[in-house]
């Protein structure tokens, strides 16, 4: 299977002096904890909270660090319901809802509620 890449924040970071984590990162975690055989279609990539986030500027360039973001696997449809945009030739998704839509549409996975 062509494997997407998921760029997420690891939980318990530290920042603003305390230890923190991403409430869409951890709603993305929550999805693939309900579905987990999405996992075997990804592959996690986990980010520093400082930026610049190396890889992500290497792949979707510097305005493009947002995490959660999706990057489509090449070849592969993302379905009418979720909004990707493109940067460096490459497709993606950087938000929570719009990639749990596209968890449903790639992996079968049950639609976000209000979707």
């Known amino acids: 299977m062509n494997r997407d890449i998921i760029f997420l924040l690891a939980p318990g ?3 603003n002096g305390r230890r923190e984590y991403c409430p869409e990162c951890a709603e993305v ?3 693939l904890n309900y ?3 999405i996992l075997h279609g990804l592959d996690i990539r986990y980010q ?3 930026r610049p986030r190396a890889e992500m500027v290497g792949m979707l360039g510097a305005d493009h660090q947002n995490c959660p973001t999706l990057v489509l ?10 909004a ?17 839509k596209y968890f449903a549409h790639r992996y079968g996975a049950p639609v976000p509620r209000g979707s």
């Open 29 to 31: 975690w929550g999805v």
């Open 13 to 15: 970071f530290e920042d």
């Open 35 to 37: 579905f987990p055989a």
């Open 84 to 100: 990707v945009k493109t940067a460096n030739g490459q497709r993606f998704i950087d938000n929570a809802r719009d990639i749990g």
């Open 73 to 82: 696997a090449e070849g592969v449809e993302a379905g009418a319901s979720a």
């Open 48 to 50: 520093p909270i400082s």
